[in-house]
Protein backbone atom coordinates (compact mmCIF):
# COMPACT_ATOMS: atom_id res chain seq x y z
CA UNK A 1 0.00 0.00 0.00
CA UNK A 2 1.77 3.04 -0.93
CA UNK A 3 -0.14 6.99 -0.40
CA UNK A 4 0.93 9.58 -2.54
CA UNK A 5 0.46 13.13 -1.33
CA UNK A 6 0.98 16.13 -3.67
CA UNK A 7 -0.51 19.62 -4.26
CA UNK A 8 0.95 21.90 -1.51
CA UNK A 9 2.70 24.95 -2.09
CA UNK A 10 3.02 28.46 -1.04
CA UNK A 11 0.23 30.77 -1.31
CA UNK A 12 -1.07 34.22 0.24
CA UNK A 13 -3.55 34.49 2.61
CA UNK A 14 -7.12 33.80 1.05
CA UNK A 15 -5.47 31.66 -1.66
CA UNK A 16 -6.58 28.40 -2.62
CA UNK A 17 -4.47 24.61 -3.19
CA UNK A 18 -5.70 21.25 -3.99
CA UNK A 19 -4.04 18.73 -2.19
CA UNK A 20 -4.37 15.23 -3.59
CA UNK A 21 -3.78 12.02 -2.29
CA UNK A 22 -2.93 8.74 -5.07
CA UNK A 23 -3.31 5.58 -3.84
CA UNK A 24 -1.35 2.04 -5.00
CA UNK A 25 -2.18 -1.11 -3.92
CA UNK A 26 -5.55 -0.48 -2.45
CA UNK A 27 -9.09 0.78 -3.22
CA UNK A 28 -9.73 4.15 -1.84
CA UNK A 29 -13.70 3.24 -2.33
CA UNK A 30 -13.49 0.61 0.33
CA UNK A 31 -11.60 2.73 3.17
CA UNK A 32 -12.06 5.95 5.57
CA UNK A 33 -9.09 8.18 4.21
CA UNK A 34 -7.83 11.13 6.01
CA UNK A 35 -6.45 14.34 5.83
CA UNK A 36 -4.19 15.39 8.69
CA UNK A 37 -1.60 18.15 9.11
CA UNK A 38 1.37 19.12 11.72
CA UNK A 39 2.86 22.68 12.18
CA UNK A 40 6.62 22.96 13.87
CA UNK A 41 6.17 21.91 17.26
CA UNK A 42 2.76 20.68 17.40
CA UNK A 43 1.21 17.48 17.50
CA UNK A 44 -0.44 16.32 14.33
CA UNK A 45 -4.29 16.90 14.08
CA UNK A 46 -7.08 15.55 11.82
CA UNK A 47 -8.21 17.96 9.31
CA UNK A 48 -10.89 16.30 7.90
CA UNK A 49 -11.86 12.39 6.27
CA UNK A 50 -14.07 10.83 3.31
CA UNK A 51 -16.24 7.39 5.03
CA UNK A 52 -16.60 4.38 2.47
CA UNK A 53 -19.70 3.82 0.09
CA UNK A 54 -21.60 6.82 0.79
CA UNK A 55 -18.72 9.22 0.86
CA UNK A 56 -19.50 10.50 4.54
CA UNK A 57 -17.34 13.22 5.13
CA UNK A 58 -16.07 15.00 8.58
CA UNK A 59 -14.39 18.37 9.42
CA UNK A 60 -12.29 19.94 11.44
CA UNK A 61 -14.12 23.31 12.99
CA UNK A 62 -11.18 25.05 12.20
CA UNK A 63 -11.49 24.39 8.73
CA UNK A 64 -15.10 23.51 8.16
CA UNK A 65 -16.50 25.86 5.23
CA UNK A 66 -13.61 26.44 4.17
CA UNK A 67 -11.80 22.92 3.27
CA UNK A 68 -13.55 20.21 1.15
CA UNK A 69 -12.33 16.31 1.00
CA UNK A 70 -13.54 14.14 -1.76
CA UNK A 71 -12.67 11.17 -3.94
CA UNK A 72 -12.48 10.25 -7.10
CA UNK A 73 -13.34 6.47 -7.11
CA UNK A 74 -11.60 5.81 -11.02
CA UNK A 75 -8.70 7.69 -10.21
CA UNK A 76 -8.55 6.14 -6.93
CA UNK A 77 -7.66 9.44 -5.60
CA UNK A 78 -9.11 11.74 -2.32
CA UNK A 79 -8.34 15.32 -2.81
CA UNK A 80 -8.76 18.44 -0.15
CA UNK A 81 -9.67 21.32 -1.89
CA UNK A 82 -8.61 24.06 0.83
CA UNK A 83 -10.11 27.83 0.55
CA UNK A 84 -9.32 30.91 2.09
CA UNK A 85 -6.63 29.83 3.46
CA UNK A 86 -5.26 31.12 6.40
CA UNK A 87 -1.66 31.61 7.91
CA UNK A 88 -2.64 28.94 10.78
CA UNK A 89 -3.23 26.48 8.03
CA UNK A 90 0.67 26.01 7.45
CA UNK A 91 2.05 22.95 7.94
CA UNK A 92 3.10 19.69 6.19
CA UNK A 93 -0.15 17.94 5.29
CA UNK A 94 -0.59 14.28 5.40
CA UNK A 95 -3.37 11.32 3.96
CA UNK A 96 -4.05 8.23 5.82
CA UNK A 97 -6.02 5.06 5.47
CA UNK A 98 -7.95 4.29 8.38
CA UNK A 99 -7.13 1.10 10.54
CA UNK A 100 -10.77 -0.43 9.98
CA UNK A 101 -13.67 1.62 10.23
CA UNK A 102 -13.60 4.32 13.09
CA UNK A 103 -16.73 6.21 14.64
CA UNK A 104 -17.20 9.37 14.31
CA UNK A 105 -15.61 10.81 17.68
CA UNK A 106 -12.42 8.95 16.60
CA UNK A 107 -12.79 9.51 13.19
CA UNK A 108 -9.88 12.29 12.89
CA UNK A 109 -7.80 10.86 15.77
CA UNK A 110 -4.37 9.96 14.05
CA UNK A 111 -4.02 6.45 16.21
CA UNK A 112 -7.04 5.74 13.91
CA UNK A 113 -5.10 5.17 10.83
CA UNK A 114 -2.10 3.52 9.05
CA UNK A 115 -0.73 3.70 6.05
CA UNK A 116 0.64 7.46 5.74
CA UNK A 117 1.57 9.07 2.79
CA UNK A 118 4.86 10.96 2.72
CA UNK A 119 3.31 14.67 3.64
CA UNK A 120 2.96 17.99 1.48
CA UNK A 121 4.33 21.06 2.45
CA UNK A 122 1.24 24.03 2.92
CA UNK A 123 2.42 27.49 3.24
CA UNK A 124 0.69 30.80 3.83
CA UNK A 125 1.82 33.72 4.33
CA UNK A 126 1.83 37.13 3.25
Known amino acids: VQLQASGGGSVQPGGSLRLSCAAS????????IAWFRQAPGKEREGVSC????????YYDASVKGRFTISRDNAKNTVYLQMNSLKVEDTAIYYC????????????????????WGQGTQVTVSS
Open 25 to 32: GVTLFYHT
Open 50 to 57: IRTRQATT
Open 96 to 115: AIARGHPITMYALQPSQYEH
